[in-house]
C-alpha cells in the first residue's frame, strides 16, 4: 500500500490493480480486465464474475473509491475501467488478458523486490491475502466463501490451509509451557 509510484506507471497500475482486486473481495484478473464503467451503480460495482458466472454487488468502499477515480476520469459507460483492454472482439481481448495477465506478474515480482518483499507475488496472491485477512478478522468461513463466489466451503477452507508463518509463530509462542 505505501510503495510510492509515478503516476501513470506500470508500478502505479500494478499496484492499483492488485489494491482492486484485493478490495473487490480477491476480484480476478480476468474480471478486473473486464469491468465497465456501467458496472458501476451509485456506490456499488456489479458484475459477474467470468469463470463461475456469479453475480456480484460490492460497496466501494472509500479506499477503493479513491483508487477507481484515476481510472473513471473521462470515460463513457461502455468504456473499460482499466486500461488493460483495447481489442473490439472478444477472442482478441481474451489472449490481451492474458498477455497483460503475464506482464502484471512479472511487474509484481519486480515490484516485490523493489519493496524487500519475500514472498512470491502474482495475480492470484490479492485473493488468497484477501481470504487469509478475513479469517483473521473472524470473519465467518461461510461469509468469506460467499464473498470469493466458492460454492462449496472445501474450496474455500484449501484457501486457507496454509496460513503464514508469522501468524503459525504467534500462537505458537502462546502455547509454550511455563
Known sequence: M???????????????YFLI???????SF?????LKKKNIVADRIKFQRKKTTKNYNI????????????YLDGKENDD????????????????????ARNRYNKGLRR?????????YLTSYVSRHSFATHAMLKDIPLHVISSMLG??????????LD?????????????LVLN
Not at 460497496?59 to 484515476?70: G, K, M, P, R, S
Request: with cysteine; hydrophobic share 35%; net charge negative.
Open 111 to 119: 515490484i516485490t523486490k523493489n519493496c524487500g518483499i519475500r514472498e
Open 21 to 27: 482486486s484485493y478490495l473487490l473481495f480477491g476480484m
Open 30 to 34: 480476468i474480471d478486473m480486465a473486464f
Open 59 to 70: 460497496l466501494i468502499t472509500d479506499q477503493l473509491n479513491e483508487i477507481l477515480q484515476f
Open 80 to 99: 473499460f475501467i482499466l486500461p488493460i483492454l483495447t481489442f473490439e472482439t472478444l477472442s482478441e481481448q481474451y489472449k490481451q488478458v492474458q498477455e
Open 2 to 16: 505505501h510503495y510510492k509510484t509515478e503516476e501513470g506507471s506500470w508500478p502505479f497500475h500494478y499496484k492499483n
Open 162 to 174: 496454509s496460513l503464514p508463518t508469522n501468524i503459525l509463530d504467534k500462537y505458537h509462542k502462546q
Open 150 to 159: 466458492h460454492s462449496k466451503l472445501n474450496t474455500t477452507q484449501i484457501y
